[in-house]
């Protein structure tokens, strides 16, 4: 049996996406993109799952690509195909319909940087190091980080960040907006873990409705939006879920007047 390079938990509607090469930073490599490919793409689609926590195993989230692959003979149009299918890593994992958290520890480097920043919410470390090395090193950003920087952070900041290729830690991350909330490392575990409990004890077809709203609103008019949102919560509004929530307010209510 190959060596399983993404790990994965399932607890309480919980799935756990363990990035497994802490031998190196949990740098990527074809087989754990292929791995993640294929698991990303199950999970979607799994109906039992309600939340999904992306991590990586010992004291680093990633490193981005394995430095080996860059010294390897690989014709463009073969780069261009495994550019391809990392693109799917990062939308599969954009428009999935559970909430994904990123528990960012150590480094998250490069193209590790930006599948963090794939998720919904990103929970990092006080003393994580992020940086968008690609500047430094003579290529563009990838993992989708042309998309998410912008819009997360700004335009302004998204060139400092991406031109300038500084690391910046935890902290700073969480006070400029591009991630969800830094916290001490001794905090990190429970922090995420906490946030995960907390979503998916949420009605599930709620919270998929929430995330693809919001992910489609950058390419809709105002209009467009008050379309969507008219349509969707008419269907809303009759689902078992949200009935007896009022129900349960109303009788609570009765009993407290």
Known sequence: ???????????????????????????????????????????????????????????????????????????????????????????????????VVVMLKGVAVGGGANLALAGDFVVAAHDARFCEIFASIGLILDYGGTYLLPRLVGLARARELAMLADEIDGKRAADIGLVYKSVPQEALDKEVQTLADTLAAKPPLALRLIKEGLEKSFDMSLQQVLGWEAANQSVMLQTPEHKEIVKMFLEAKGKAS
């Open 1 to 99: 049996m190959p060596h399983k390079l993404v790990l994965v938990h399932r607890e309480n509607k919980i799935a756990t996406l363990v990035l497994n090469r802490p031998e190196v930073m949990n740098a990527m490599n074809r087989e754990m993109l292929i791995q993640l490919h294929d698991i990303v793409m199950q999970i979607a689609a799994d109906e039992s799952v309600n939340v999904v926590v992306l991590k990586g195993a010992g004291d680093h989230f990633s490193a981005g690509a394995d430095v080996a692959l860059f010294s390897e003979k690989i014709a463009p149009y073969d780069w261009l195909v495994a550019m391809k299918g990392v693109g799917q890593i990062v939308r599969t994992l954009r428009e999935m319909p559970q909430p």
